[in-house]
């Protein structure tokens, strides 16, 4: 099993905790760190193209997106969260890799680094979990190979 992660550099104090959340929780369920490709992309907005990028290649059972939206006073967070989460599931369906969200979207940095922290709450790991499961899944189930 080979995974991707593909994380968003904006808001990078945010963003690299999900990232060594997601990388944990893939060590920490066996895989070697030759297994884990990680692909870093300026926002949340290049998301989607990077994972479907990723994803065509054939090489990879799942992609985990990570990234941080925090809402400010103008409709710009609502533009881009919209646009990244049907991107990564059109992503998804289009190339038939599971895609993980593990996109947060915040009122506030408190809100972000508190999703954010080490342990079991941290939303990079429990993206991590949840593209892992499904690759599991379609590489056991003969329904949805």
């Given amino acids: 099993m080979r995974i991707a992660i593909v994380a968003s550099r904006f808001n990078d104090f945010v963003t ?6 997601a990388q944990a929780a893939l060590r ?4 070697a760190d030759s297994q884990i490709d990680v ?3 300026p926002g ?6 990077a994972a479907q990028r990723v994803a065509e290649t054939g ?12 809402k400010g ?3 710009h967070f ?8 049907h991107g990564i599931t059109a992503a998804a369906a289009s190339t038939g890799v599971p895609m993980s969200f593990g996109v947060l979207t915040t009122n506030s ?24 499961d499904m690759a599991r899944l379609f590489a056991e189930n003969p329904l949805v190979r």
């Fill in 73 to 75: 006073a103008t409709p």
């Fill in 16 to 21: 690299d905790r999900l990232l060594e959340g």
């Fill in 109 to 132: 940095v408190e809100e972000a680094l508190e999703r954010s922290a080490p342990g079991p709450s941290n939303k990079g790991r429990e993206a991590a979990d949840a593209a892992l």
């Fill in 44 to 49: 949340a907005y290049e998301i989607p193209m």
């Fill in 28 to 31: 920490e369920a066996g895989l």
């Fill in 59 to 70: 090489l990879v059972s799942a992609v985990v997106c990570l990234g941080c939206l925090i």
């Fill in 78 to 85: 609502e533009i881009i969260a919209s646009a990244c989460a």
């Fill in 39 to 41: 692909l870093r992309v």
